[in-house]
């Protein structure tokens, strides 16, 4: 069974640090390219960022260039999403999702199956 497990969230101060995981179980990572979604309250899930199956290509929503880095450890099927300069309008439940042929140019959940659970992500003062 395909499963993701996201850890890593919590309450920060403007300006501040974050680093999330997303774990990977009953599949093979390296097969899969995996995007972070957040969702706001009132909000729609919207995309934040994805990577390819080897690491190779990524793509980010405009807003976190530059604050956030996706990585991936397919040995340890494990992908991390580090968040700095972290700003209030970041607040959300961030999900990992999954897919094996998604389009990491176009990073849209729509083309994501396989979802994890959610870790909220708190900014405010």
């Known amino acids: 069974q395909l499963q993701l497990v996201e850890s890593g969230g919590g309450l920060v101060q403007p300006g501040g640090s974050l680093r999330l995981s997303c774990a990977a179980s009953?599949?093979?990572?390296?097969?899969?390219?995996i995007g972070w979604f957040r969702q706001a309250p009132g909000k729609e899930r919207g995309a934040v960022t994805c990577i390819s199956m080897n690491g190779g290509l990524t793509k980010y929503t405009d807003s976190v260039k530059g604050r956030f880095t996706i990585s991936r450890d397919n040995a340890k099927k494990e992908v991390y999403l580090q968040m700095n300069s972290l700003k209030p309008e970041d607040t959300g439940i961030y999900f990992c999702?999954?897919?094996?042929?998604?389009?990491?140019?176009?990073?849209?959940?729509?083309?994501?199956?396989?979802w994890g659970q959610g870790t909220q992500v708190t900014v405010s003062s």
């Open positions: 009953g599949f093979t990572l390296e097969y899969y390219t």
């Open positions: 999702a999954a897919n094996n042929w998604a389009v990491v140019g176009r990073c849209q959940a729509d083309e994501y199956d396989t």
